[in-house]
């Protein structure tokens, strides 16, 4: 696995660039606003997702404005098989996710979507994101309630019919279950591996994306 290893020969490397590249995406600032969306209220709120290696979903969220807090963990298994050991297996259903507390007053889950669609990761590769393959991989959403489930609903519902994507969005929805946070190692990873190569190519860029492409919701860490 090419983002298990802090330094990789030229060909992988080589390999790892032209897959990022590769990614059939739109410019973040084409993708629309959410036309269902929840009101902006004071308090605390969590939204849970899967994109990909959860090193750079956390990355490019911790500088979405309105966010406190992420970490990175595993959700869409059971609790005994929440270890990265494990999950790398892609045989336990979990998927890398991150859970994503916020302030809805400043950032609205439908906010979230918008930058989890249009910059975290691409929602028409199936099982699979970048260089990383298996199911625990996969483009989820883990609703926590009917509220989020109608907005996510909606949402890729609104991308599909305004074709927004060359490609189907293959994004899984599926009620929450359960998220376990991963090992400790694992949380803040980006911030702290800023040159390690699979960094640098698969999700540096993507927080360069939020801030060129959807100033607003952009925040400097």
């Known amino acids: 696995m090419i983002r298990a290893i802090p330094w990789v020969g030229l060909a992988a490397l080589a390999t ?14 084409t993708l629309p606003d959410p036309a269902i969306d929840e009101s902006p209220s004071p308090g605390s709120r ?12 956390e990355g490019v969220f911790e500088h979405v404005k309105g966010v406190d807090e992420v970490v990175s963990g ?21 998927a890398e996710s991150v859970r994503i507390t916020y302030d809805p007053s400043r950032v609205t889950y439908g906010e ?8 975290a990761h691409d929602p028409t590769q199936l099982d699979r994101q970048g ?5 625990q991989y996969r483009s989820a959403i883990f609703y926590a309630d009917p509220e989020q ?12 019919a305004a074709h927004a ?3 189907p969005i293959v994004t899984e929805l599926a009620p929450l279950e359960g998220f376990y946070a991963a090992e400790p ?30 100033p607003g919701l952009y925040e400097e860490r």
């Open 149 to 160: 489930k109608r907005i996510a609903e909606a949402y890729i519902a609104q991308l599909q």
């Open 112 to 119: 979230l979507l918008r930058v989890y669609f249009a910059v």
């Open 165 to 167: 994507f060359p490609r």
């Open 185 to 214: 190692y694992h949380q803040g990873y980006l911030a702290r591996h800023p040159y390690q190569p699979y960094i640098r190519i698969n999700d540096l860029p993507k927080i360069t994306e939020l801030k060129q492409e959807l």
């Open 131 to 135: 260089p990383d393959r298996g199911t």
């Open 16 to 29: 790892a660039i032209l897959l990022a590249t590769s990614l059939a995406a739109p410019a973040a600032g």
């Open 74 to 94: 595993y959700a869409g298994g059971e609790a005994d098989t929440a270890t990265y050991t494990q999950v790398s297996s892609g045989g336990t259903g979990h």
């Open 46 to 57: 969590a939204a849970v997702l899967a994109g990909g290696c959860f090193w750079g979903m």
